[in-house]
């Protein structure tokens, strides 16, 4: 186990789910993206350090069949699992980094992504993570990312993070991706704090 497993298992097994700052009751905003692109219900779906959100169960309920949730934390994951009961069978999912997980090529429908990609403060992580997407999202698939905003925080659980506008995220991911929207969210933490997230919404057209 490396050192950021080791911090992500440490924060899931010390604390609950509800008490850390991105906790949401919903991922509202990520269900209204994932919602409005129209994707049948056999759609394949994979949210990128899903950790212990409640993504999956809305997703679930919303009538997806093929959803996969993929964190660093074995914990995070074992979470979700619980609250999921039986439910936890219809879901694929995936310990691993980013970075070096071996996914299946041109396999998801749409890539979701809260809050992960800003942790990547290397350039050389953020090349692995993109090599990433364009090599398992099929092309013209649909990728959601959301990250801090310029006026959000500067770390996040003691760590640094990188912070984006919807065109510097975009110059990140390259012109294998089109933009299509993007929107800003206020994200309130469990403590009544605020938090500026911006979400980007692309077109994965693959290599160029």
């Known amino acids: 186990m490396d050192k950021q497993q080791e911090y ?6 010390t604390k609950q789910p509800d008490s850390v700052s991105w906790f949401q009751e919903h991922a509202t905003r990520s269900l209204e993206i994932i919602q409005s692109i ?3 219900s056999n759609a394949q779906i994979i949210d990128v350090g899903g950790g ?45 980094d980013i970075r070096t997980v071996d996914l299946p090529a041109h396999t998801y429908d749409i890539w979701h992504d809260r809050a992960v990609f800003h942790f990547l403060t290397e350039p050389a992580d953020r090349m692995a993570y993109v090599r990433q997407v364009i090599k398992t ?17 500067e770390k996040c659980s003691g760590l640094p993070v990188v912070r984006y506008d919807p065109d510097q995220l975009h110059g990140e991911l390259g012109a294998a991706f ?17 938090q500026h997230f911006v979400y980007c919404h692309f077109r994965c057209l693959g290599w160029q």
Do not use: C
């Open 8 to 13: 992500w298992e440490k924060v899931y097994k």
């Open 38 to 40: 129209g994707a049948a």
């Open 52 to 96: 212990a959100s409640t993504l999956v169960d809305d997703l679930l309920t919303g009538g997806f069949k093929h959803v996969s949730v993929l964190d660093l934390s074995t914990s995070a994951l074992e979470v979700a699992r619980k609250r999921l009961g039986a439910l936890d069978q219809n879901v694929t999912w995936i310990t691993g």
């Open 137 to 153: 999202v099929k092309p013209g698939g649909h990728v959601i990312v959301a990250t801090f905003a310029p006026d959000g925080p």
């Open 178 to 194: 089109e933009l299509l929207e993007h929107a800003r969210e206020e994200h309130m933490t469990p403590w009544g704090s605020v």
